[in-house]
């Protein structure tokens, strides 16, 4: 099977045409892409300029939509590849994957593609309804998708830990919980981190996420070029070298260690 093939069975065939057969989730789905933009909005409307002004956001509406679509976008992908390998155990298919031509890491960046895909149709979703609210995008884009490259990969990065702990553990990945409820709170995506206290306010430092929403603000709301976020790019580079390298050791380690003691099929 040749890369266009297998491209056009992961994503459309395993991706779209299982998401689109099941009408009511689909509706869900976008109905949880769009309601928060506008739950954030009117919050940012009712508390007024001047109280928004006062924690250093010029504009809230801009602040949060970039937020909302690049935050969804990370925690999603973080999960797709433990939630994928999560469903083969259930099913009972893992091991032909994993023991496919394939083998381990074929198997991992083909379950990705789908998963940014769709989260990809989301970000875009969410800036669109940005634009209608009258988000003026003065986008730079060769710092923007290099910006939005290095989150990627440095998310691929988390994302293979995530699922070397569903390999081991099963059920209740740290990893997956943590970027599902805290990174709405810890990393910039709908208040500035510097109003957090400042234990925490260090704490958001660790997460590629705050440095990346800070880049990509620049970049796309005041059109900062690549010597204007290059702090930023070799901070995510940086996040790279060590979640890329990590996330690879411990998806293989997993890996090794569930199908010698035979537990890589359990669910």
């Not at 669109?128 to 609210?133: C, D, E, R, S, V």
């Not at 810890?186 to 510097?194: A, I, K, L, R, W």
């Amino acid at each position: 099977m040749g890369l266009l093939d297998k491209i056009y069975a992961y994503v459309y065939l395993r991706g779209f045409r299982i998401w689109s057969s099941y009408k009511t989730q689909m509706v869900l789905n976008v109905l949880s892409w769009v309601l928060p933009v506008f739950t954030y909005y009117f919050v940012g409307t009712s508390l007024g300029g001047s109280l928004v002004r006062s924690v250093g956001v010029a504009n809230y509406t801009a602040f949060i939509v970039i937020g909302l679509a690049f935050q969804g976008y990370v925690s999603s992908t973080v999960t797709t590849i433990s939630q994928r390998l999560r469903n083969e155990q259930v099913y009972g298919t893992v091991e032909y994957y994993v023991l496919s031509d394939g083998g381990v890491l074929s198997f991992l960046l083909y379950s990705a593609l789908w998963g940014f895909t769709i989260n990809s149709v989301t970000a875009g979703v969410t800036l669109g309804i940005g634009y209608l609210l009258g988000v003026d995008y003065k986008v730079n884009w060769i710092a923007t998708l290099l910006i939005l490259f290095l989150l990627l990969t440095s998310t691929l990065g988390l994302s293979m830990i995530s699922a070397g702990f569903t390999m081991l553990v099963k059920q209740g990945n740290p990893i997956s919980f943590f970027f599902s409820a805290f990174t709405t709170l810890m990393t910039g995506t709908v208040f500035p981190v510097s109003i957090l206290p400042s234990w925490i306010k260090d704490l958001t430092l660790a997460i590629p996420l705050t440095w990346a929403l800070q880049g990509l603000r620049m970049s796309m709301l005041d059109g900062y070029g690549m010597m204007d976020v290059k702090g930023v790019i070799e901070v995510l580079l940086m996040f790279n070298v060590v979640l890329l390298t990590l996330g690879i050791w411990f998806y293989t380690f997993s890996f090794d260690r569930s199908r010698k003691k035979g537990t890589l099929s359990e669910y």
